[in-house]
């Protein structure tokens, strides 16, 4: 558990607020994305991605073999539109095109990976203007007094956000640059109140996981004022579904139950009844997916769901996915799970679902009621995600 004790920051019974509203939302990369992210084939972005993982594990080699040069070269020709490779220092190679295919060629000279110090990097695709206000205005509509944000790349990008698109809404806010993501992705909390302490999980080892979380479970202690405590804050971006056929889909799944698991053992260090804790993200799972990897958060004693996970999925789905089969293409993969303690002092809660393009004819053919679409968005590239927010209303 987080130690505040010693916080410079004061308990104010008298400024303390009447009411709390946690929100998670996964903003899918605040201010640039990556463009192999920004994908709308899934299946697509998974292959890439294994092309990534491959061509990484081939460049980490002490000694590059013929074949091995052969490979990356091949592996990368379907990679120019979405890496690039960065060299500090040392000789590696270029973009080289033999033929009508363009891949990354080895220099003769490069021997293996000692031979240069540098990083493969992902491209990026700028947010527009329009992204930015329609992302922003997902926070303003569920009136966010405190924020597990979701695929960020870091402290500049909030500080610019809060400070351009929400006009300083949040006092604070933090970030730990993650190492275990190679797309750089992270995941920040943003409050209106004190920060008075925080604990990263980057590094933490878990069964056969050197390295557990996919980015981290950052943990975070607020001042919220008033006589309850301190608000803790877990928040999390669980492991994805992408992976090469079963196989891979099921390696997905046995990290985001470990992940789960983990953070179960972490809320051990809380007293649940006593303590207003919060475990919050985009654990990348719905609550009726055949894996169930999310159960030992959902049977972890004194932690609910602020959303019944019995609801059907139109009612309750935070994300959209237009190339699945349309039962299929709504579904909950964010999440807001609260102590007992704070869940007795749950008012409502609710859905900021209007910033995902091509929302209403998705829930209308799911026989829902479709929420009020934002007036801007007329293309997938103005929404401000394919994400809902979720928010949650307590009285304190």
Known sequence: MLGYANSPFTTDPEGSVATLTLTTFNFHNLFRRAKILNLRDSSLAAELLDRVEKLNAIIAKAKYMDKDRQDVFALSSALVDFIDFRVDGGSFGAWDKQGEVTGWGIYSGCEGRKSWQGEMIFKNEPFTDEERANTAKVILDANADVVCAVEIEGMDALNMFNRDALKKRFAQFVSIDSPND???IDVACLSR??????????????RKYRRVFSRDCLEVAIDIGGNAGPLFVLCN?????LGR???????????RRAQAERVREILGAYDLKKQLVAVMGDLNEDSSNPYQSLAPLFNCPDLMPVVDPKLPAVERFTYYYAKAKKSERLSQLD???VSSAL????VEHGFVRGGIYGIVDAV?????IPPEPFPNI???SQAASDHAALWARFDL
């Open 182 to 184: 190679p797309r750089h």
């Open 193 to 206: 109140f004190p920060v008075i302490g925080i604990k990263t999980h980057v590094f933490d080892a878990y």
């Open 237 to 241: 971006h669980f492991k994805s579904q």
């Open 245 to 255: 056929g079963p196989n891979g889909r099921q390696e997905s799944a046995d990290k």
């Open 335 to 337: 999440y807001i799970f």
């Open 343 to 346: 869940h007795d002092r749950h």
């Open 364 to 368: 209308k053919d799911a026989g829902g």
């Open 378 to 380: 007329t293309t997938w």
